[in-house]
């Protein structure tokens, strides 16, 4: 079988896959060089949760579930480490607005049952000092986890090359060039061109910081900030490394724009003033592969059983890695659909207008195509 | 003879002694990777006149009159672009506290007699309608013109290698490594260690963003604010780009921080606000040399009149070019100092604890030697 896309999507897909005894094959120019590149890592069932997207929660509860076994698998297989960590998430508000928008998404969070706790000023100080101290109240989701994107696709790398896959490091224009009885198309923003779904380019600008002196960030919790109407969140990695993000634009370019790197500058030191010292080492965009419905594509193509889609994933393609991989290898070795399939399937927006196969063909395709880059 | 120092000051001493029949080699691993390559290139007496620097004031004053023939000298003699616009500089100023703060200096530079034309905000926006329209007052200080530094340091080795100039890429550690009849030590925060003076590293940190779609910038005077107690610059250029300057910081490392960008871009955007949709094309550091008078330092070391300085320009290096490179130049030719020469002398802070030719011995370097970058 053929994988096209060799970001966490495919690779894991092809790790997966390949431990059922497939012989894979994965398509792609620069592996990694798409939306995980400039991905956070946010393990987040919870702090993702938003009015109006049941199914999606579902979904992340049930991958984000799957991380810890994952994780711990990837880890041992390839004596890697994955900068996973367990500290959990903090949500904070600065002001009182700020405060009453995210009451409103902690009620609806803990009204699912997901683990949410409300905390006070100075218990979100006690459990983290750096925080500003103007803030008004917060939460923990503590089973919201980080994972480092670059760390975790170089683990799969050498977990798909251990587990016999191909990895073909050449771009796939068209379908048709593949001569596998089934195919994977987990291209991300790519995915429009190769099959005509509606996978639209979201573009996500992100900075990158740095401790001062090398030392390790004088916080641990992964923070999501609410700040005077701007949302931000903070990624400290033991490396000392902590990403801060994001932008949410509907362009394709990969622009790095002044204003939005104020916007992220200005949130990041409102809620953790510490970090005007520190080191400003990348400042960068990429582009999410957003659905109509910012849920993933997964299944057989309409017209095309032969081709499964594992795309779309929006901003939770860290996140539902496992889950895509399991699922996706599953209905390929036992040609059996799992139930939690129904409501993802490519089919739910209709036939594409051309069929599959013909690149960029009534399809929404960025300039930027993750199955070249 | 022989130049340490291949950024600006060195190459035009260079072009000037090689005019007048001398035979020189300029020495420098890297040229133009010090500060000039960091640099705005605000050719700004009357903007860069504080209280209390008459002297220094005199000799921008100066050398800005002789930009002019300068740089039509050098861009026939080359046949290059060097980014040399005289629109003019505007200072403005946000609130009634930095319009009270740049009132006093304007004041001064009046009585010094200076061209500064004071303007209300209707009049600046006439002359520039994208600066911020809460904007309290201005000043147009018409002779303030601007170079590209990069752009000049191209054309100045171009210059001096059709002037017979020999460019030597390799670093000078000690002085004693040369075998010159004369030398001129042009090594900008290098020079501490090659002569013991009290030159000092003077950290800057500088934006460079470009105007999106590859368009040139919506405003063509370069614009100085005083923004909520921020000062900020922002230099427009002919090919897109702009030039968001700079932190003075008593501090030696190159790292870009977070919260220098966040001011920068803060003030700029205060100041035009469009600038948030430009993109941010690079965020850079450099060390300005600076000396305890912040004049620069020009004349024979005060041990061995066989040495030339011609360094400490701190801020000012490139408005300074012409008029160094004529002094020193004349003084090689001639013998006779300049009476300009004489409080600039370097022996003006005493003589070097330990003489000449020891590199790091009773200076204080940097840790980054222009003459080895």
Redesign the interface.
Known sequence: MAVVGGGPIGLAVAWRCAARGMRVSVYDATPGSGASDVAAGMLAPVAETYFGERVLTGLLVESAARWPGFAAELAEYTGLDLGYRTEGTLTVALTSDDLAEAERLWTYQRELGLPVTPLRPAELRDREPLLATRLRGGALAPGDHQVDPRRLVAALRVAVERAGVTLLPRPVRDLTELEAAATVVAAGCGTAALTGLPVRPVKGQI?R?RA?GGATPGFRHVIRGHADGRHVYLVPRTDGEVVVGATVEERADL?????A??DL??A??DVIPE???????E?RSGLRPGTPDNAPLLGPLPDRPEVLVAAGHFRHGIVLTPLTADLIADLLATGVPDPALAPLSPARFGTPATGAGGPGLGGTPGPDDGTTR
Do not use: H, I, K, S
């Not at 622009?255 to 204003?259: C, K, P």
């Open positions: 900075l910081l001062p622009d790095v724009t002044a204003g790197v104020l500058l200005r990041a030191t970090l005007t010292e520190y080191e400003l080492v400042a």
